[in-house]
């Protein structure tokens, strides 16, 4: 007889739609509960994120009573991780404690004294076994590729160990990958085959599965599969009437066995998200190098001491989400003795919005507009002031500017530009654009990924190859520069809307990404720079001063080359989308209803106008996603040895 523990992993990110909220618990969350209720000898082990719950209790409360019930009967046992649903390897310990402790609160209105931990993400680093322990936990789930890294070699991870920092412990359970790829996706005798399979006398062996409850229900083709196919009725059926399997709950595991011994994990991931996390580019190699194993059959050999990236890189791989996390990380000191402004901030801590993956994540404006909303609100219950700092440790000082209602953080070294402006009123940030990048995925038509080939079942995200549709494939741009409002361009007159939002002209200034010298005045700030246009001298100075409803800006700009001279403004236009255009205007409005809102434009003389949507190709579980970050606005004015102009942005309401 062969233990096994079953558990799934039930999370929607802080601000997702309702209606995709209301689509996956009809898809997936209630039919999976209703139909273990139908089953009593069969046991699951089930975490809920907050967010997720938060939903529930205000939509479905009645779910609430299932779970309470199903705990109940010894059915279920609750498994809990940071509240908002935090990489807790990426927050401050002393916010890891209250997320944590926060969620085990819930669980306890469920009737479930919580003891263990679903590590979001698996993203592990030895130094949580502190903060885990000071939380009350006494066991954690990650994957057995955690394991393997560590040296450990497949026989050996049917049992949990104990994992040890500065003398504090805890029980560390390996994930089955084996299961992962086989539950749901083949049918249930395979499950049942693999199972028996480890069936060899040693009554302590232990069988784990653990994952997301979408791939129940939500994935593409799984509800079918699931539900209308009897797939879940199947295997519950089966597996809680096989003599040769001893369903078990993780405590009730620890109740009965103790854990094998010690093992010292390395800072660690799932396998997929170390092909995720590295840069593009090293991504691609990545792919090519486990494709290459495979061929040679040398792969299930080798993989042990195939790694790549870890999830921190994601902060390396886009700045914006670096900017993000380090400007979470810098209110979340400020606001520990502030109730209210914590729990903003706690919320601005879930984690979807701060990477990438085969899900949108950080590509996903909604996400980032929601953590942006509640690093905000935190914010602005505890003012700050302004100052010079390196705000995202990008080795390049930042300008930060409050007043009564706004936040202003300029970068000087990178174009002068100003990459966040957020409103207190509106709580956003009207620079919560990301810039079109290139991805390992638009090359490679498949991830590196283990699974077998197998043509029984229903597919894993995993496992499909798309085609980029052209269509998408002759919108598709990247940029050169990072997203910014009031980036200085200089550009030949001949130049058109489609080369420049295609990024296929001449930028002939060194402004762009050029470093500004700075200095600050009440409410402002004055950049200059002298550099060179088509090889010859050129200065630009603006002056910019926060106003009660925005900002205006005064430049001065000097050249004797022919150009035009623009500046662009990059707005987090996200609900309303735009087509490219070209108009001429002193003045222009700016709306954006569910999204950044309304704001206003406004130049003291006319300038030709270039608006188009900045587009990024992303993966996601359903295909391509071909999605308006935010609008690029630049305003065009001809350059003839010197130009002043004025340029006021108001917020409207």
């Not at 618990?25 to 209630?30: K, L, N, V």
């Not at 593009?280 to 299930?300: C, D, S």
């Not at 380090?326 to 706690?346: G, H, Q, T, W, Y």
């Not at 980036?487 to 939002?501: I, M, N």
Request: aromatic share 14%; proline share 5%.
């Amino acid at each position: 007889m062969v233990n096994f523990v079953f558990g799934i992993h039930n999370h929607q990110p802080l601000g997702n739609f309702g209606w995709v909220m209301e689509s996956a618990y009809d898809r997936s969350y209630r039919p999976f509960m209703e139909t273990l209720e139908d089953y009593p000898n069969m046991k699951v082990a089930a975490h809920y994120s907050g967010p997720l719950l938060e939903w529930i209790l205000d939509n479905r409360p009645e779910h609430l009573d299932l779970l309470r019930s199903l705990v109940k009967k010894g059915q279920l046992e609750i498994v809990v991780a940071g509240f908002y649903e935090p990489v807790l390897a990426s927050i401050p310990k002393e916010d890891r404690i209250v997320q944590i402790e926060k969620l085990r609160e819930f669980a306890k209105n469920l009737g479930y004294e919580a003891k263990g931990v679903w590590l979001t993400e698996r993203v592990w680093q030895p130094e949580l076994v502190k903060s885990l322990r000071a939380a009350g936990i006494d066991y954690v789930i990650v994957d057995d590729y955690h394991f393997m890294s560590a040296g450990l070699s497949k026989e050996e991870l049917y049992w949990p160990y104990y994992t040890e920092d500065g003398g504090q412990v805890i029980a560390v359970f390996p994930i089955d990958e084996k299961l992962r790829y086989l539950i749901p996706f083949r049918p249930v005798e395979k499950t049942l085959e693999y199972l028996h399979s480890l069936d060899d006398g040693d009554e302590s062996k232990v069988a784990v599965f653990h994952d997301d409850g979408e791939k129940f229900g939500v994935w593409p083709g799984t509800h079918e599969w699931v539900y209308e196919k009897c797939w879940l009725r199947e295997f519950f059926d089966r597996v809680s009437s096989d003599e040769r399997i001893n369903l078990m709950l993780y405590s009730e595991y620890l109740s009965r066995f103790r854990p094998r011994g010690l093992v010292y994990l390395p800072i660690a991931s799932y396998f997929e998200m170390s092909e995720w996390s590295l840069p593009a580019r090293q991504a691609k190699l990545f792919v090519e190098f486990v494709e290459k194993l495979k061929e040679q059959n040398q792969f299930e050999k080798y993989r042990v001491f195939v790694r790549g990236g870890i999830w921190k890189n994601f902060f390396f791989k886009y700045p914006e989400s670096n900017y993000m996390h380090k400007r979470m990380l810098m209110v979340s000191k400020l606001v520990r003795d502030n109730p209210e402004a914590r729990e903003f901030i706690l919320k601005a801590q879930c984690n979807d919005a701060y990477w990438h993956g085969v899900f949108g994540g950080v590509y996903l404006p909604h996400l980032r507009r929601a953590v942006w909303e509640n690093i905000i609100r935190a914010n602005s219950r505890v003012p700050m002031g302004s100052f010079v700092r390196d705000i995202d440790f990008d080795g390049m000082d930042e300008v930060f500017l409050e007043n009564k209602d706004f936040y202003a953080v300029f970068k000087p070294a990178y174009g002068g530009a100003l990459f966040e402006f957020s409103s207190k009123r509106k709580a956003v940030n009207y620079n919560d654009v990301i810039a079109r990048r290139w991805e390992h995925y638009h090359e490679v038509p498949e991830a590196a990924t283990p699974e077998e080939d197998e043509n029984e079942g229903v597919a894993s995200i995993h496992e499909v190859g798309r085609r980029i549709p052209d269509e998408i494939r002759r919108e598709l741009a990247y940029d050169s520069h990072l997203r910014a409002l009031l980036q200085d361009h200089f550009t030949e007159p001949e130049t058109t809307l489609d080369e420049y939002r295609l990024n296929r002209y001449v930028e002939l200034g060194d402004f762009l990404t050029g470093a500004y010298d700075f200095g600050l005045f009440e409410n402002g700030i004055t950049l200059e720079r002298d550099g060179s246009v088509a090889k010859k001298p050129a200065r630009v100075e603006k002056s910019v001063r926060l106003t009660e409803d925005g900002f205006m800006v005064d430049y001065t700009v000097r050249s004797d080359s022919r150009a035009l001279f623009g500046v662009e403004l990059n707005l987090a236009v996200h609900s309303v989308m735009e087509e490219p255009g070209e108009f001429e205007a002193d003045s222009f409005e700016v709306n954006d209803p569910y999204g950044m809102g309304r704001a206003r434009i406004e130049l003291d003389k006319k300038a030709r106008v270039w608006k188009y949507p900045i587009k990024t190709l992303s993966q996601s579980e359903s295909g391509w996603d071909f999605i308006q970050q935010g609008v690029s606005y630049t305003l065009l004015l001809p350059l003839e040895g010197e130009l002043r102009f004025r340029l006021r942005f108001r917020e409207l309401h």
